[in-house]
């Protein structure tokens, strides 16, 4: 399985404002107060996608609805 990297979704100009995660899909956003410069915008996505956590599903794994409790 390839390793997964941030993509660029949405820019405003030269600066990037919405990212994704190559892999599971999940979206990052920058903050107003980062998107006034494009290397803090660049950094702060970066920030967002080392930390999160990539959890892909693959074809064999069942879906799970995490709305319903055990039991019910």
Do not use: Y
């Not at 030269?14 to 950094?43: E, H, M, N, Y």
């Not at 930390?51 to 019910?72: A, F, L, M, W, Y």
């Amino acid at each position: 399985m390839p390793k997964p990297h941030i993509r660029a979704l949405k820019w405003i100009g030269a600066v990037p404002v919405i990212g994704a995660c190559s892999s599971c899909g999940r979206q990052f956003t920058v903050p107003l107060t980062a998107i006034k410069r494009v290397a803090d915008a660049q950094q702060n996505l970066t920030l967002q996608f080392e930390g999160h956590n990539c959890s892909v599903k693959t074809r064999d794994e069942p879906i799970v609805d995490s709305t319903k409790q055990e039991g019910t």
